[in-house]
C-alpha cells in the first residue's frame, strides 16, 4: 500500500510540476491557461487520491473524492469562461497559432458570439 501511495503522490507532482513550468514555457495565454488547468487538476487529483488511500477512513476519503469530483467539474468550466472573457478583451493568440475557431463568430461590435459565421460584409 505504501509503494501504490508513493506511486500516486509522485505522479501528482509531477503533473503540478508540469503545469508550473507551462506557465513560463507556452508563448500565449490560452496555452498557458490550458497547460495549466489540465495538468493541475490532474496531479492534485492524484495527491487527493493518494491521501484517500494513506488515511483509509470514510470521512477523509468522501471529502477527498468530493473535491476531486468538485475540481474535475468545474476547472474546465472555469478555464473556457477565463479565456473567454480573454479573447473578448483582446489577449493575443500566439503568432504561430494555426486557427482562430471564434474568429469567425465572435462579433467585436456588439461583444456577442455567435453559433454561425458572421457574414462580415453586413456589418460593415
Known amino acids: 500500500m505504501d509503494v501504490l501511495i508513493m506511486i500516486f503522490s509522485g505522479i501528482g507532482a509531477i503533473f503540478i510540476l508540469v503545469a508550473s513550468v507551462g506557465i513560463i514555457r507556452m508563448p500565449d495565454f490560452y496555452l498557458r ?3 495549466t488547468v489540465k495538468a493541475s487538476t490532474l496531479g492534485v487529483g492524484f495527491v487527493l487520491l493518494s491521501t484517500v488511500l494513506y488515511f483509509a477512513t470514510l470521512p477523509v ?12 467539474l468545474t476547472s474546465p468550466v472555469g478555464a473556457q469562461l477565463i479565456c473567454r ?5 483582446g489577449a493575443k493568440l500566439w503568432d504561430g497559432s494555426v486557427l482562430d475557431e471564434v474568429e469567425d463568430h465572435y462579433d467585436v461590435e456588439n461583444n456577442v458570439l455567435h453559433g454561425e459565421s458572421i457574414d462580415k460584409s453586413d456589418s460593415e
Open 85 to 89: 472573457v480573454a479573447y473578448f478583451k
Open 61 to 72: 476519503a468522501t471529502k477527498a473524492l468530493a473535491i476531486v469530483l468538485f475540481l474535475l
Open 33 to 35: 491557461l490550458s497547460v
